[in-house]
């Protein structure tokens, strides 16, 4: 046996394992193993000879993502604020089986605000077997190793079920208490994070009850751009949570948040360390994993990074246009082939900032989604387009084409709501319910209206920022929207069908997340539709 076999050994212990895990064998995340007959002390004398602990980070905020290929392909990522020696991950099967080891690239950024260094560590996990169940250890030298378990995607047309929100923040206390004037304290309590609450942890455990093959995560994840602490709260971020995305993917898009000043030429350093995601053309060293594309089963899911377009002035810098046109010129690309792939059914868009919503006194909707996204996304017939942004929940009718305004208002192709044919239209879904302290269910226009971002006036002097110049309009693509409810996830569960050219459904419920521990309530349920493209 290798050192490594003899780790993977020392902390997989069968009987202990399944029966941790239940019939499944997976889906559960547990640590080193104890309780069992033949379990090991909790230090592994192979990986932790004489570690100094002032100079051996632990492993920390470990998570996956997939590759191009979700079948094949799944990146273990963790982190720490110190180097670490030999990285690596070693991969078994659920029977205790160990196949192999894996070392882990090494990134890093600095932190421009608190000069911090923070180190990633990324094992790309290839050729593995299609809807295979894998056991994993992350682990570097002197380290106490971690275990979890994941599920890689199907291959060709099969059922499995994906869920989604964004605008999560973090559960934790993070933001200084700012006393009433004439008043001093000498070491004022922290009191809240930026944009965070209690149910940041509570939609995590929302997503851990359905058990997703993988979770889109709509963009501003934590919110750290605001923080006086930007590196501790993406760790607050992580430790909430690693709990789910430790055990299934949880693949990202870029929100304005995202954007923190400093931290690279336009301000995504921290997001393009933290995550490694499939790579796609037209990127630089500047942009990379800014969009990505991967396929799982017969769906197709997008990732884009709306700050290239968008009018609105909402991040750290205002860095519209970073890509200078490359983004867009990919996503055509991108769509051209997948809507000629008889393989693929489904075209699934998962982005931050939103071309629909029925929020007042809020972000509102982009004109610039409109201009550049939108035509694409109707030339090319995608299906669905999950955002985040506007921190509520609502949907709209499938829309296809444009009004002559000079809003572009996006028309409706059906107004049904129970099912809906995607082959008529585009389906968008705002789901920014994933637990800011800032939700914006209740500022809904009774009837439904829209405030559209048209354009940015001059910088103010004082904050440097550009501010939106709105239109307000009719909004006939309206079709739901959940006022009563603040935070909650939707969940999409694809039925392939079993016709060649017949139908293939996605079976959609919106949860509302209703208490501690992620007690869900379903809002509704509807069933999108649209014929297989193997006829």
């Known amino acids: ?66 590759g191009a290929d979700a079948a094949s392909e799944v990146v273990v990522s963790w982190h720490a604020l110190q180097p670490a020696r030999n990285p690596r991950v070693l991969v078994g099967r659920p029977d205790g089986r160990y196949e192999r080891s894996v070392p882990a690239k090494t990134v890093s950024y600095t932190d421009a605000k608190s000069g911090q260094v923070v180190y990633a560590f990324h094992a790309p996990l290839r050729d593995l077997r299609p809807n295979g169940e894998y056991v994993y250890v992350a682990l570097h030298d002197g380290a106490e190793p971690a275990l979890a378990t994941f599920r890689t995607a199907p291959r060709g047309r099969a059922a499995f079920t994906f869920t989604s929100f964004g605008d999560q923040g973090t559960p934790t206390l993070g933001k200084r208490f700012v006393p009433p004037a004439g008043v001093t304290l000498p070491n004022p309590p922290l009191v809240n994070d930026n944009l965070g609450s209690p149910a940041a942890g509570d939609t995590t455990a929302g997503v851990e009850r359905v058990q997703p093959l993988f979770h889109l995560f709509n963009g501003d994840l934590c919110y750290a751009n605001l923080a006086t602490d930007r590196v501790r709260t993406w760790w607050d971020f992580w430790t909430n949570n690693s709990r789910s995305a430790r055990n299934r993917p949880w693949m990202p898009a870029a929100g304005n948040h995202e954007n923190e000043l400093g931290n690279g030429p336009i301000g995504y350093a921290a997001y393009q360390t933290y995550f490694s995601v499939p790579p796609a053309a037209g990127q630089t060293d500047v942009t990379r994993g800014l969009w990505y594309s991967f396929t799982v089963g017969s769906v197709r899911v997008i990732s884009l990074a709306n700050d290239d377009i968008c009018y609105q002035d909402g991040g750290n810098s205002y860095v519209r246009g970073y890509s200078q046109g490359a983004q867009k010129a990919w996503l055509e690309k991108e769509l ?200």
């Open 336 to 535: 051209a082939t997948a809507r000629a792939d008889r393989e693929v059914d489904w075209v699934v868009v998962c982005m931050h900032q939103v071309a629909v919503s029925t929020a007042d006194r809020f972000n509102g909707a982009d004109l610039a989604i409109r201009e550049e996204w939108v035509p694409l996304f109707d030339r090319y017939g995608v299906d669905l387009v999950v955002c985040g942004h506007e921190h509520h929940y609502e949907r709209s009718h499938p829309i296809r084409g444009a009004a002559a305004t000079p809003t572009r208002t996006p028309l409706p192709a059906a107004t049904r709501t129970d099912v809906v044919d995607t082959g008529k239209g585009t389906v968008h879904m705002v789901l920014g319910g994933g637990g800011t302290s800032a939700p914006s269910n209740q500022l809904f226009f009774t009837p439904p209206r829209c405030r559209v971002i048209t354009a940015v006036g001059d910088p103010d002097p004082a904050t440097g920022k550009r501010p939106p110049v709105y239109v307000t309009e009719d909004a006939p693509w309206s079709a739901v929207r959940d006022a009563a409810n603040s935070y909650g996830f939707a969940a999409f569960t694809v039925d392939p069908g079993t016709r060649r050219g017949g139908v293939t459904t996605m079976r959609v419920t919106y949860y509302d997340v209703v208490g501690t521990g992620g007690e869900l309530k379903p809002f509704e349920t509807f069933t999108l539709r649209r014929p297989r493209s193997d006829a």
């Open 1 to 66: 046996m290798t050192d490594d076999e003899k780790i993977f050994a020392r902390h997989f212990d069968r009987r202990g394992f399944l029966a941790a895990a239940g019939a499944t064998g997976v889906a559960l995340s547990v640590g080193p193993l104890v309780g069992t007959a033949d379990a090991q002390p909790a230090t592994d004398a192979l990986t932790s000879p004489g570690a100094d602990p002032t100079t051996t980070p632990p492993v920390e905020g470990l998570h996956l993502q997939f």
